[in-house]
């Protein structure tokens, strides 16, 4: 059996000289790389609501650094979000809505959590961006 910590690498074959699609597969998810680079449409986890936009986030708590965006669950169209909080008593859940500010670089009182609170797929309201001006700001933020 495969190490669970190396994920499994598969190229594609490219017959016309373009650039290979390179898919990493890990526990069962896949994370697509186009020349090495993120490649998800994420456009799936944002959802426009009359007071601004929807994000459908998956949390990993306790996590060793704080992260967002942290990947795409093509499955289950979410964004991945880590936060080195634990998940007692909202702590996890201020340090996303502190986190996703931050990254998106607005006021922290224009995040919230709209369903999930005690669970790990949370949907978080951004208000006053629509879709297109959301993905345009998580697209523009540098990945470490």
């Known amino acids: ?3 669970r910590q190396r994920p499994a690498r ?3 074959q490219v017959k016309n000289g373009s650039t290979p699609l390179v898919i990493h597969v890990r526990y069962c998810r896949a994370t697509f790389l186009y020349e090495g680079t993120p490649m998800p449409d994420i456009a799936d986890a944002l959802l426009e609501d009359r007071h601004g936009t929807i994000i459908a986030l998956e949390v990993s708590p306790n996590s060793k650094t704080n992260s967002f965006p942290a990947g795409y669950n093509e499955w289950r169209k979410t964004i991945g979000c880590r936060v080195t909080a634990p998940a007692v008593e909202g702590k996890a859940n201020r340090a996303i809505i502190t986190l996703v500010s931050e990254r998106l670089a607005i006021p922290s009182f224009r995040v919230s959590i709209q369903s999930g609170a005690t669970s790990s797929q949370k949907r978080v ?3 006053g961006m629509n879709k297109k001006d959301l993905l345009v700001r998580i697209h523009d933020i540098p990945t470490h």
């Open 10 to 12: 598969v190229k594609t």
């Open 125 to 127: 309201l951004v208000e």
């Open 1 to 3: 059996m495969r190490d």
